[in-house]
């Protein structure tokens, strides 16, 4: 049974260049997906992929509120919601995977979001965490103990799915070069990273990867470099 697992949050093609909520440079964190994926496939990892899947009159929307603009807070469900440009709608063309995220190694993508009175940034919870999606029950059913994580975006959906990763009992290490954040304030995607460190999360910077069955080398943030994931 796989002990680790690769989580990919969220990357999608509104989130990402021509998208309806792009993401500054969102496109680039595909390239450190691949490889992540690739290296956790060669030490019998497990990937998942979360997938942001609203339907059209979803209550995040700045649509839905009479008057408001994206970037308004509101609440929604007793919670407070930033609203946003329409985004992920099931069925659309948004909603899919980034055409070039090597998905045939994604072994189980897990929809969240899909009520249109609450928002869901984290895999695992709704925001209010009064509904689970599944995904924590499905990884301890597999045997993970270690989630990493990369995705989109830094100081929301990556954030929030971190933390909650935490409060199940995961050990989690963040891949930064894999993320970006959306920075509605400027610092937001750091101020993001410091605090999930200071929670108890790994931060890592950099990968370089020697070729697939080696070693991969990681940078942390702070600290001196690891090897991890090495081929077994």
């Known amino acids: 049974m796989p002990s680790r697992a690769l989580i990919l949050v969220d990357i999608q093609n509104d989130f990402c260049s021509g998208g309806a909520l792009a993401v500054a440079d969102g496109d680039a964190v595909v390239a450190v997906a691949n490889e992540l994926m690739e290296s956790m496939t ?42 946003w440009p329409d985004h992920c709608i099931d069925g659309t063309w948004g909603a899919e ?28 919870y709704d925001n209010d965490h009064k509904s689970s999606t599944g995904l924590s029950e499905f990884l301890h059913e597999q045997g993970v103990k270690e989630v990493w994580i990369c995705g989109l975006a830094t100081d929301f959906c990556v954030k929030a799915t971190a933390e909650d990763a935490l409060k199940e009992g995961f050990e989690v290490t ?12 400027p610092g937001d995607g750091d101020r993001a990273l410091r605090a999930l460190e200071e929670a108890g999360c790994t931060l890592l910077k950099n990968i370089r990867s020697r070729g697939l069955g080696d070693t991969i080398e990681i940078d ?13």
């Open 220 to 232: 942390m943030v702070h600290g001196h470099p690891r090897a991890v994931l090495s081929a077994i």
């Open 174 to 185: 963040i891949v930064s070069e894999g993320c970006r954040p959306v920075d509605l304030n």
């Open 97 to 124: 995977l980034h055409p070039k995220l090597n998905s045939g190694l994604i072994k189980a993508t897990c929809k969240k979001g899909t009520d249109p009175n609450i928002d869901s940034y984290s895999g695992f």
């Open 42 to 83: 060669v030490v019998n990892g497990l990937v998942v992929a979360t997938l942001d899947t609203h339907p059209a009159n979803h209550g995040s929307f700045a649509s839905q509120h009479e008057g408001a603009e994206p970037g308004d807070v509101v609440k929604l469900a007793g919670v407070d919601q930033v609203l």
